[in-house]
């Protein structure tokens, strides 16, 4: 071997220590890359999320194309353009789809055109008619959410009970909505109580073609931030998946949708209810990588770069059940309160349909800056219980010291009743005491 990626990194991780500047060459994909450029520091807001900085790396590496992953930019239109206007491929969507997805209102408006099943809400933004909102309210029936439609992922939303609280309502979540996303505008939808959150992942070409890689659960979250995701959703009736989703696809169709995406949907009363579509890949991409054998990232780059996709729905075929565990260095006993710190011990689990996505190693500082993910532990099984005791195994196979995570968290969950029978929805974890 020319090289050793681990090469000094014991070393300057104990003469530093925790409290020093984080070094770029800390981090395995740096020390791996051929090139790296230093884009600000590590606060994201003079890197990751600064345009310009991104782009002049582009320039001074020559890039061709960037890859956009998942959080920070990845669904800014405006980065999306400035990339393209710059002369670079932007691994996604037009600026044009980013946006019109970003507004819930007029994804909502394309799904209703193509057949998608939506919520029975406002359809459209309130005004000041205080009148035609509580008209509005008293159709759709009560409870109604208030929604703001630069929101999404749960920020800027607001459940109304009774029609006295209404009128207050709409204008306190518009006045949120102006601060927190400089838009006031603000939408109503019918209340589901008791959903799954079940999403549908599409590609599109961007020429009008499009396929589906069917479906994922990730109804077990946190205060929004997902904890553990599987697909197939379990227990939902096979035509009911497949009349949903290729309404999905004839969106995409229609709006010449190009790369990854995906759908969600509230799932309650074997009904449907789509909510808002995401333009990037998402966290969750590999139980839907595992159950249809197809690499999303390379399908992703392929399609930016040839505006073709060899992927035929026919061929197609979702085989058994994948687990994925997002494994965060948090200390669950701390009101899963961040835990930075060096990794003193790492042993990766393995073997046969067991895969870890993630950055981790012996020596690695988890620093404060980011978000507290640190890994996934991947699973697959010929059905939903294989999966489970795979992931299981896996778990206990995991290693890793110096730092707090969410690994024993994930056992207790796997081994609850009602994990094991599919019996959940969105909220059973920030309501019931089990993790
Ligand atoms: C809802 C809902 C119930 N009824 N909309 C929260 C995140 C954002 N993507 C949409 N969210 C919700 N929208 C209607 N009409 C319940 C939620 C919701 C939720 C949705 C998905 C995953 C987790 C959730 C946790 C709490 C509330």
Redesign the pocket.
């Given at each position: 071997f020319f090289f050793n990626p681990y090469e000094g990194i014991a070393e300057a991780q104990e003469s530093r220590g925790l409290g020093d500047v984080y070094k770029r060459q800390d981090l395995m994909h740096v020390r791996l890359s051929d090139e790296s450029v230093c884009i600000g520091a590590p606060s994201p807001t003079d890197s990751y999320l600064n345009i310009p900085s991104i782009i002049s790396a582009m320039e001074v590496t020559d890039s061709d194309a960037v890859h956009p992953g998942y959080g920070f930019l990845s669904e800014n239109a405006d980065f999306a353009e400035q990339v393209k206007n710059s002369g670079f491929s932007f691994i996604g969507p037009t600026a044009e789809t980013i946006r019109m997805m970003g507004d819930k209102i007029s994804a909502i408006e394309v799904m209703r055109e193509a057949g998608v099943p939506t919520?029975p809400?406002s359809n459209g933004p309130l005004d000041e008619n205080d009148a035609r909102a509580l008209e509005l309210a008293r159709e759709i029936g009560f409870p109604i959410?208030i929604?703001a439609a630069a929101g999404?992922?749960?920020r800027g939303?607001r459940v109304v009970y009774n029609e006295t609280e209404l009128l207050n309502s709409i204008k306190v979540s518009s006045t949120e909505a102006q601060s927190f996303f400089g838009s006031g505008i603000v939408y109503l939808?019918?209340?589901?109580?008791n959903?799954r959150?079940v999403e549908i992942q599409v590609i599109g070409d961007g020429e009008g073609d499009a396929i589906h890689l069917g479906d994922r659960d990730?109804?077990l979250?946190r205060r929004?931030q997902k904890v553990l995701e599987e697909a197939p959703a379990p227990d939902i009736p096979d035509a009911l998946r497949n009349e949903v989703a290729a309404t999905c696809i004839q969106a995409c169709k229609n709006m010449k949708y190009r790369g990854a995406g995906t759908l969600?949907f509230?799932y309650q009363d074997e009904r449907f209810?789509f909510?808002?579509m995401n333009t990037r890949v998402q966290v969750e991409h590999p139980v839907t990588e595992m159950i249809t054998g197809i690499d999303i990232i390379k399908e992703q780059i392929h399609i930016a770069f040839t505006g073709d996709t060899a992927l035929i729905q026919d061929e197609i075929k979702p085989r058994g059940h994948a687990l994925e565990c997002r494994i965060n260095a948090e200390d669950p006993s701390k009101n899963f309160q961040p835990s930075p710190g060096i990794i003193s011990v790492c042993h990766q689990p393995s073997g046969f349909r067991t895969r870890v996505d993630g950055s981790i190693f012996q020596g690695y500082k988890i620093t404060p800056y980011y978000d507290s993910m640190v890994c996934k532990l991947i699973c697959h099984g010929r059905n939903r219980n294989e999966a489970i005791q795979r992931m299981l195994r896996s778990l206990d196979e995991f290693v890793i010291e110096g730092i707090t995570t969410t690994i024993d968290l994930h056992k207790k969950l796997l081994t609850h009743k009602k994990f094991v029978e599919s019996d959940f929805n969105?909220?059973w974890l920030?309501n019931e005491k089990i993790i």
């Open positions: 919520v809400g959410i929604k999404g992922g749960g939303m939808e019918k209340f589901l109580e959903p959150h990730c109804s979250q929004h969600e509230l209810y909510i808002e969105v909220s920030d």
